[in-house]
Structures are given as C-alpha cells and as structure tokens.
C-alpha cells in the first residue's frame, strides 16, 4: 500500500542553525501538507502545497519557514534558523484529487525535532 | 474560523466497556472528517474517513457517526481492549476537497484490564 514516507525520523540540532525535512508524498496525490505537534498539544496545520504554490499558510508559517517540491517527488520544509519553541513533531501529509480515495489526508510517521 | 473541540479530554476504562468519544466543530461546511488513532511519541493512524454526505462509517469496532448539521461526530469503541489505549483525534477538513484539516485536542484513552 502506498504511503507518506518522511526523513529523518529525528533530528537534534544547535539553536540557530538550518533543518530541512523531507517528505516523499504519494505519487498521484496533488496536494501537500505540514502539520506541527508540539509535545502535549495539538496538531497544527502549517502550510499547504498544490500546484507548485503555497495555496494557504498559518500564523505560525512565518518567514523562518520554506516549502519546496524540488524533484516532482521530494517536498521539503526548511526552518532557517531554529528557535528552542521549534521542537516538535513534524508531520508532512498528502490527498490526491478531489473525488478519489474520498479527499482522504495520508500521514506520514512524522519528523521528531529537537533544539538545544 | 472552524474550531474543533474533543470530550472528554481522558477517560479511564476498564477492559470490555463500550465507549463514546465525542468530536463538535464549529462550521458545518465540511468535506468531510477522519478519525486518528496517535500513540505516545508516535505518528497518526488513519481510523475512519466520513464524508459530508454519509452518517456513518465502520471498521471492525468501531463506528463513527456524523451530524453535520449539529457540527457532531462520535466515535464508538465496542468491547473495549487495552491494546486500545492511545489518544483519539478527530480532523474536519473544510468543504472544497482540497482544503486543510483541522485537528482537534484528542481524548486520551486508557484502558485497563
């Protein structure tokens, strides 16, 4: 069965310095998500991606924060300088079309990052 | 602004009980909502996707119900287990087809045997 599959599984880094994670969606899905979970709370929406462009940003998505789909199949997001409130759980997800699979969000297993 | 809320927040069981978990959000223009299953430190497990149209949806013990028009959805385990430990997040995603989901807090499950 096809699925998200998100690199690294955990990553610690220095405060201030970049992070890319890395997404490798479904491969007929079009649309693309990253999600936050902060320990203990909730699952926040970040960004969404269609059509090589940002369709929507939250609050939080600020200028620290870069999406890319470089290769048609990689989909990435760069924190430039990290802060110590960045560490969370990432989680990146796809939807194919509107119409198929029910507009159904698949989840990759996530992206544990830690800022010392 | 769609809001989701989850209650209770925990709920503590012992083994075999039958279980109502309940899910209200705030803007009933949906496309449709899925339930997660997320274990501690761990990813999100798809558990059941009701579109706008439908009232309900089952797989194996568990059944979801939507009222759209009250802005309600419940999730119910039967025979509860404590493999089921974990915590329950329901997700509504905004009509259109392509819009985000919104998570909310999740209730966190216990279930002792």
């Known amino acids: 069965e096809p699925e998200v599959t998100q690199t690294p599984s955990h990553q610690v880094t220095q405060m201030g310095q970049e992070v890319i994670l890395r997404c490798v969606p479904i491969?007929?899905?079009?649309?693309f998500y990253w999600y936050r979970q902060i320990l203990g709370q909730k699952v926040e929406f970040l960004v969404s991606?269609?059509?090589?462009?940002?369709?929507?940003k939250s609050e939080i998505f600020d200028d620290q924060f870069s999406v890319e789909r470089p290769d048609g199949s990689n989909f990435t997001l760069k924190i430039r300088s990290t802060k110590l409130e960045d560490s969370a759980m990432y989680f990146c997800?796809?939807?194919?079309?509107?119409?198929?699979?029910?507009?159904?969000?698949?989840f990759g297993e996530g992206s544990r990052l830690t800022v010392l | 602004k769609q809001e989701v809320t989850q209650i209770p927040a925990a709920l503590s069981v012992p083994e075999g009980e039958n279980l109502v978990l309940n899910c209200s959000f705030t803007?009933?223009?949906?496309?449709?909502l899925q339930w997660f299953r997320q274990d501690p430190g761990k990813g999100l497990t798809s558990l059941l996707l009701?579109?706008?149209?439908?009232r309900e949806q089952t797989s194996g013990r568990l059944n979801a119900s939507l009222d759209k028009s009250s802005g309600r959805s419940t999730l119910y385990i039967a025979a509860s287990q404590p493999g089921d430990s974990a915590t329950y997040l329901c997700?509504?995603?905004?009509?259109?087809?392509?819009?985000?989901?919104?998570f909310g807090a999740g209730t966190r499950l216990a279930v002792h045997p």
């Open positions: 491969s007929n899905h079009l649309y």
């Open positions: 997700a509504v995603r905004g009509s259109g087809g392509y819009n985000k989901l919104i």
């Open positions: 803007d009933s223009a949906i496309y449709n």
């Open positions: 997800a796809s939807s194919p079309p509107p119409g198929l699979a029910g507009g159904e969000l698949f």
């Open positions: 009701i579109q706008s149209s439908q």
């Open positions: 991606f269609y059509n090589n462009e940002i369709s929507e």
